[in-house]
């Protein structure tokens, strides 16, 4: 029996992954998150119940480490982006315990947490908008405006501005932790990837995000777009990715798909792709196991809605953790 365990069990992908490798018999599934209210904690038997310090925390590594000696944890998968990286650069410790990392390498996952670093990774072999930083070189750019202005680093359109004139821009000052980037007029599409171990890329599934609430795809379906499967794949190539990416493209004016950004890790619409036929996390963690895995997997082409769904239990049950007490929601790691 593999053990795995689960992080940010209270965010929408983290439900969708402990759904995933809970469908499967020879897989035990542990799920952590830093606050005891996480719904994806009750999806499992309360042994395997876990709260773990929030991803930003300096103990963060450190006790995740522990927790998978501890547990004897065989494969960690993460959703949340604050704790990647930390977990990438310690990975060979992880490993010292027993526990393979099912996430892309540090190198990965440091060009992709930073906008312009993959706007300059990918722009020789992909389509990338004009991306500068906001600097006086940057400013004094010939824009054709409206124009977004967007942090380097952060998930979701947290942070992210329409800026509609030049003097809109100018009074924004200078700020390197802050980018602009041409403003694309098409449609916008994320495409699931999941890439082996040597780089080769298995599935890219392409979705629409029909309804969006708080920046997470409530509705939405998977299409089959030649030029949408083969530019998100070879983004997954640029980056060096190894596991799964969400690959954020939008038409330019020519009707070209162009890349946005790259989430290095597995989005809150997950159970869309894997309904479509594509079972990223059962496939993950074959490939992290050394187990044989189809060279490419095919989707069908399918839409979904979201819903609540509720999960009753005694009060008693619900963990305690000194997260939920400074108000920090489940899945915010």
Not at 92 to 102: C, F, M, N, P, R
Not at 161 to 181: M, P
Not at 187 to 200: I, K, M, N, Q, W
Request: proline share 6%.
């Amino acid at each position: 029996m593999t053990r795995v365990l689960v992080t940010g069990a209270g965010g929408p992908a983290g439900v969708a992954v402990i759904r995933s490798l809970l469908a499967r018999a020879d897989v035990e599934v542990l799920a952590a998150d830093m606050d005891g209210w996480a719904s994806g904690l009750y999806l499992v038997p309360a042994e395997n119940r876990r709260i773990v310090p929030a991803g930003r925390a300096e103990t963060f590594v450190d006790d995740l480490i522990a927790m998978c000696s501890a547990d004897s944890v065989d494969v960690l998968f993460s959703t949340v982006d604050v704790e990647l990286p930390g977990l990438a650069a310690r990975r060979d410790e992880l490993v010292a315990v027993g526990t393979a990392l099912a996430a892309p390498s540090y190198e990965t996952l440091t060009v992709c947490l930073d906008k312009y670093k993959l706007a300059k990774r990918c722009a020789p072999s992909t389509a990338v908008p004009e991306t500068r930083l906001l600097n006086r070189e940057g400013v004094g750019h010939d824009w054709e405006f409206p124009v977004i202005v967007k942090p380097r680093s952060g998930a979701g359109s947290r942070g992210v501005k329409l800026i509609a004139d030049r003097g809109a821009l100018e009074a924004l000052g200078t700020d390197e932790s802050i980018l602009i980037q041409e403003n694309l007029p098409g449609e916008e599409f994320s495409v699931d990837v999941l890439a082996a171990l040597d780089g080769s890329v298995i599935a890219a599934v392409p979705r629409s995000r029909e309804r969006v609430d708080s920046g997470v795809s409530i509705a939405g379906r998977t299409v089959r777009r030649d030029e949408l499967i083969d530019t998100a794949s070879e983004v997954a190539r640029a980056i060096g990715l190894t596991g799964v990416a969400n690959v954020q493209l939008r038409y330019s004016k020519a009707g070209i798909p162009a890349l946005l950004e790259v989430n290095p890790r597995f989005p809150g619409a997950m159970p869309l792709t894997i309904a479509a036929g594509v079972d990223m996390p059962s496939l993950l963690l074959d490939l992290v196991l050394g187990q044989p895995v189809p060279s490419t997997v095919d989707f069908v082409e399918l839409a979904n809605v979201r819903y609540l769904e509720d999960v009753f239990l005694d009060p008693s049950d619900v963990l305690v953790s000194e997260n939920a007490a400074h108000g920090e929601g489940p899945g915010e790691e």
